[in-house]
């Protein structure tokens, strides 16, 4: 049975129109079946987080100074000469290159300052 919206008369389900007051009857909404399930629900979005610039700095600091960690224990524990001068090689060239990486960024904080960024 529907339910006039208008006057509240009663009528069969296949009326589409109120007799007493010329109202459109709507059909009643399906009922909702409840398998006894849960519906998927979507894990919520979750940002990752933002990387800092002193983070990414360590993160390079440490990946640099690995080499040249090992390479001194290297040098002082063995007794092989060309072993000894490729540490030594290797210290000496991880140094450069951080060195030269110093200079790079301090010339880019210097060029982005002149432009105001």
């Not at 389900?13 to 409840?34: E, I, K, R, W």
């Not at 398998?35 to 610039?53: K, R, S």
């Not at 210290?91 to 982005?112: D, E, R």
Request: charged fraction near 5%; glycine fraction near 8%.
């Amino acid at each position: 049975m529907i339910t006039c919206t208008q006057c509240g008369a009663q009528h069969p389900d296949h009326y589409t129109q109120c007799p007493n007051c010329g109202a459109p009857l709507s059909a009643p909404q399906p009922s909702v079946m409840n398998n006894g399930y849960g519906g998927y629900i979507p894990p919520a979005y979750q940002e990752a987080p933002i990387t800092t610039v002193g983070q990414w700095f360590g993160w390079w600091l440490l990946c640099a100074l690995l080499p040249v960690i090992g390479a001194i224990i290297t040098m002082y524990s063995t007794k092989d000469p060309s072993v000894k001068n490729f540490a030594k090689i290797n210290i000496i060239l991880s140094c450069i290159g951080i060195v030269v990486f110093f200079l790079c960024i301090w010339i880019l904080a210097a060029a982005l300052r002149q432009l105001g960024l």
